[in-house]
């Protein structure tokens, strides 16, 4: 029996090129890679006919070719942190978001908190030409960003910087974290136990200072066996919340250092059949999306991640000439009040 043969795939389309443009539009082909760069100076009816040959053509100009003679790739580069992320998910979308119309289009590369990774995929990003980049996060140094910001133009989140061609973004952490902890410090709450992020974190650091400061306003004593560290991931709060728990020291309300974190620790408590809010008030930090749809919708701090992403791209391209798609605003902190947390 004969073997049936695989069907051949279609031939792939041939790719209309500018010299097809100009001759269906009826127009010299420099005429046209001079609309198409926004220098030419033509009477409408030629604009137009072109304009009509490119759609009906489908005509995609070669990037390569014109960067080659431009200087500009019309390419973001976005180094984040950690693709699986919530809250990077959250920024990336909102740059994303803020390029959109603007004909550049964003390059992701993840640093993984590493600052050796993070800086070869820097050195990665300038290779490949971007015009620019955001940095969202990260372990790099004032003194690296500084250093690579004399290729392009870059922004940077979660960090204070001054500095030629650089745009930072910063969130007042130690304002959120006062904030969380005098929500609970209100409803009554004098044993608040804390699960920190990462002491190489600087907002990490400054949440803390937060919390540590709401309880010096109020007149309370912090307990230092109710303060543990987690690592701002499910996981860490599991964990966190379970070495609380065996401690056997009492407290009545958590402060988590963000929403993954109370999420873990929001499963170690129903694990031991303990209820939130009515055992354990629970406050979170950064108001990601899932946390108005967890069971109980979580008490937080909402931090504008997307906002900020969108204030990144219009800084960018700013910075490179071209006009953002809209006004990009970068609100402050505010506590979102749901149902993890109740009176004493």
Known sequence: MKSRQPTPPPPLPDLATLQDVARLAGVSASTVSRILNGTASVT???????????????????????????????????????????????????????????????????????????????????????????????????????????????????????????????????????????????????RIAHIAGPKSHADAVRRMEGFLRAHADAGIAVDPQLVVEGDFMEPGGVLAMNRLLDATEPFSAVFCANDQTLWGARLALLRRGLRVPEDLSLVGFDDLPQSAYMTPPITTVWQPIFEMGRAVASALLTALGVTPNGPATHPPLSMVIRETTRRR
Do not use: C
């Open 44 to 190: 409408p009816d030629k604009r137009a006919a072109v304009e009509a040959a490119i759609d009906t053509l489908n005509f995609k100009p070669n990037l390569s070719a014109r960067s080659l003679r431009s200087g500009s790739t019309r390419t973001i580069g976005i180094l984040t942190q950690d693709l699986e992320s919530p809250y990077f998910t959250r920024g990336i979308t909102g740059v994303e978001d803020g390029l959109r119309g603007s004909g550049y289009a964003p390059i992701i590369v993840p640093g993984h908190w590493n600052p050796v990774e993070e800086a070869e995929r820097m050195r990665l990003l300038i290779a490949r030409r971007v015009d620019a980049i955001a940095i969202l996060g990260g372990s790099l140094s004032d003194a690296e960003v500084t250093g690579f910001a004399r290729h392009q133009p870059i922004a940077v989140t979660d960090r204070q910087l001054v500095a030629p061609n650089v745009h930072a973004f910063e969130f007042d952490q130690a304002e959120g974290g006062r904030m969380a902890t005098q929500h609970l410090i209100a409803l009554g709450h004098q």
